[in-house]
């Protein structure tokens, strides 16, 4: 996974992380939210989404939905083994993105809810930080009636 137009190779990558700008679920019903900030390599990235496709393309009458909020923009450059110092920062080895904490990573639609506990549960080991799941209140208490749309639900790996 990289950009496929770039104009610049080299960029100046960002010390702090910045604040995120989607906290909440903006697309799908169920989300997995990391606590902690992230640099994610796009080979990490890129495994993720097969794991997760391949997971959600099971044979059923639902359409399952998926959506990444992540994509690496920073290229990570690297010096050839046995170079001396100065002369450049070398040639873009692979390409990275900055997460900060907060930030909701995956989002899932049409997915029962013991099943999207399986599948976050399976990204968490995968990822090296923190992780929460996130859930509207509908989804996860079944029984009519009115609920207060600021309750989320909430679990910690």
């Known amino acids: 996974m ?3 137009k770039f104009i610049f190779k080299k960029m100046f990558k960002r010390r702090t992380f910045l604040f995120p ?7 799908g019903e169920m989300g997995v ?8 390599e796009a080979k990490r990235m890129f495994r993720l989404k097969l794991f997760l496709k391949r997971s959600a393309r099971k044979i059923d009458k639902t359409q399952r939905q998926l959506w990444f ?3 690496p923009h920073l290229p990570l450059t690297k010096k050839v083994k ?10 873009p080895k692979f390409w990275v993105t900055c997460l900060p904490s907060g930030l909701v990573v995956f ?39 009115k609920v207060d749309s600021s ?3 909430t679990s910690i790996w």
């Open 69 to 71: 909020n992540i994509f």
């Open 82 to 91: 046995g170079s001396r110092m100065g002369k450049g920062s070398g040639k």
């Open 21 to 27: 700008k989607n906290k909440e679920l903006n697309f």
């Open 107 to 145: 989002e899932f639609r049409n997915l029962r809810y013991g099943r999207f506990l399986h599948f976050a549960k399976q990204v968490t080991h995968k990822l090296p930080v923190l992780t929460k799941t996130i859930t509207t209140p509908m989804k996860r208490l079944h029984a009519p009636g």
């Open 2 to 4: 990289r950009p496929r």
């Open 151 to 153: 309750f989320m639900v």
């Open 33 to 40: 939210q990391i606590l902690q900030p992230l640099r994610l």
